[in-house]
């Protein structure tokens, strides 16, 4: 008797954009409910335990975990350069990201996501340099996830630790610039 292939069958990049998606919008939430970050015309108290998202977050966080999750399989960008290289390319995929979603949702569309204005060394009031550092501390997260989900669900490996992944993001050791300067 045959064993029953127990691994999904729906492709990874289409399930990586749900789960990225629904994982966003819910840390999103819990960071607004902490932080007290609103946009809306009132506003909510600090730790107010009120949240917020919205489904255009979702549909956002999804593309992003799904390039992220790319950038993370490209074996150039892997094994020539370190984690802290490839968290910083994250990072300014993430802000590029969300700056064309800002400008069309936010500043076409008026929807008002959110906004970053008040914040130093914002452009637009669509991205702002303290997010960008966020983004790029939640790069090795998404890569982890990544790896996590295709090597459960789609026997791609083991993945790293999460714990090892951070470690490994100040290791400067791993950049190889005479491997990269011979095969250009």
Known sequence: MRKADTKIKIAPDILLFIMTGIIYAFIEVAFTALFGETVSKYGTKYASTIGFSSLYMSIIGGLIGVILGRLNEINFISSRFNLFFQSLLGAVIITLVEL?????????????????????????????????????????????????????????????SLFSMYKKLFNFKSVNMDSIRAKM
């Not at 637009?124 to 960008?132: D, F, M, N, V």
């Not at 990544?146 to 790293?160: E, I, K, N, Q």
């Open 100 to 160: 064309i979603s800002g400008i069309i949702l936010n500043l076409i569309f008026k929807f008002n996501i959110w906004d970053y204005s008040k914040y130093p060394f914002n452009f637009l009031g669509q991205i702002a340099l303290a997010r960008s550092i966020l983004w790029f501390f939640i790069c090795p997260l998404a890569f982890w996830f990544d790896d996590l989900v295709r090597s459960l669900l789609y026997d791609a490996g083991t993945p790293y």
